[in-house]
């Protein structure tokens, strides 16, 4: 038994010393020549699509970007006024591979959306964001989850 017990350490020992290990060198080193702020500036033109109690509506509508004061950081508009959707949020910016990202987790005056949202812009132009919002509509407010895909 403990041949066994020692023939299966061994064989274990020995598997051990073949698994390879990756070379993070293959990744490409990305130089970039604007800041975030600057490289995803623009407007953004595409469908919102806006899921609630009632079902899943689509608008079109905008998110523009424009680089503010700190280059790390952006102003979003989101714009959808079939929706009534019209606010503008600071939000940090950063690049991602050969796109960018942004998003704002701070529910404040800074934040004229009033939630937390995020986005992402690939390689091509395109963003995807995505936020649940509360909105009023009548006398009840109602929650809502917004998505936005569209092109620079």
């Given amino acids: 038994m403990k041949k066994y017990i020692l023939s299966a350490f061994a064989a274990l020992a020995l598997s051990c010393t073949f698994v390879a290990c990756g070379d993070d060198n293959d990744d490409p080193n990305i130089s970039y020549d604007t800041t975030a702020a600057q490289g995803s500036a623009g407007t ?53 591979n050969y796109g960018f990202q942004f998003f704002n987790q701070t529910v404040s005056s800074a934040n004229g959306l009033g939630v937390a949202f995020s986005g992402r812009i690939d390689e091509s132009g395109n963003l995807i964001s995505s936020f649940t919002l509360s909105q009023k509509v009548g006398r009840k407010n109602y929650e809502f989850k917004y998505e936005f895909i569209g092109k620079k």
């Fill in 44 to 96: 953004y033109s595409g469908t919102w699509t806006r899921t609630g109690d009632d079902g899943t509506t689509s608008y079109s509508g905008t998110i523009t970007l424009a680089a503010a004061s700190d280059a790390n950081a952006t102003n979003v508009t989101f714009s959808c006024p079939e929706a009534d959707l019209n606010a503008t949020s600071l939000a940090n910016v950063w690049h991602s």
